[in-house]
């Protein structure tokens, strides 16, 4: 059966100490409000991380926490004490819970921000540093998998798992009992290749899905002016869903075929004090699916 939920992140909400984000409480009762019945954590310390209070508020809105991401950066070995952090807090949050997905992300690097969409010119790791950045992965994998936890990479803009050659070659190297694939449909599209494709190659490793749209103006804007991912966020890159330029009802078909049983959280990433409001996004989105199937 396959379940809809959504994630804070459709409220602008990236970083738990933004001033700028909405009230947890307001985000659980959109979301229940827009027609979800799951929800990510969102980045840990933005909801409480007292399970009673969380608890309490969930059972409220008829809500199930679905899982967590780790958007941390993997690829600076002087950050690990920070990745680390993230990784144990987000780790015993889901646990608590019986949330099931642990999602790790690579976040946006100095280094590959001028290149998001431009996989030809994306700066590489060396081979000792590409084996150091694997092995933070695969430790935090571990840590994600003894908390009986499914673990899924999510390649992200502007990170070093962002194009789909070095996702696949993580792929390769990683046992998938250790780690799986959390897929988003709008990151694979920014990134210059072809969701529907990727997913009916993977699908056999794909145990969670973020259903994002991307709209492909904005998008050939940004990655022709070099823009920044916050300020494409800004400028509305992450349209509604059915908007842009990928094919949902191939999706949905793929996932149907395969006889996926899970959750597809929907994401669409926006600037917290921006124009639009994100409760009737979350309702049209959730409208949208419905109209195709989901």
Known sequence: ????????????????????NPDWRRVLSDCAAAGYRGIE??????MPEDPAILGDALADNGLTLIGGVVFRPFHD????DDVWDGAMRTCKALTAHGAKHLVLIDSISPRRAPTAGRA??????????WRAFTDRIHTVAKLGVDHGL??????????????????????NETDDALLKICFDTGHHSYAGFDPV???????????????????????????????????ACRQGIFCKLGKGDVDFPAVRQILTDA?????????????????TSPVDDATANRAYLTSIGF
């Not at 997913?199 to 940004?222: C, E, N, Q, T, W």
Request: aromatic residues 12%; contains cysteine; glycine residues 10%.
């Open 1 to 20: 059966m396959i379940r809809i939920g959504n994630a804070p992140c459709s409220w602008g909400v990236e970083f738990a100490n933004d001033p700028r």
């Open 41 to 46: 954590l969102g980045p840990v310390g933005f």
């Open 77 to 80: 070995p002087d950050a690990w």
């Open 120 to 129: 030809a010119e994306a700066e590489q790791m060396d081979a000792a540093e």
């Open 150 to 171: 499914t673990v899924g990479i999510h390649a992200h803009a502007a990170g070093f798992i962002d194009f789909e050659p070095e996702l696949e070659r993580l792929l």
């Open 197 to 231: 494709a990727f997913l009916r190659r993977h699908i056999g490793r794909i145990s969670y899905m973020h259903f994002k749209d991307i709209d492909p103006v904005v998008k050939a804007r940004a990655v022709a002016n070099r823009t920044g991912f916050y300020d």
């Open 259 to 275: 006889g996926f049983d899970g959750w597809c959280t929907v994401e669409q990433d926006c600037d917290p004090a921006g124009p």
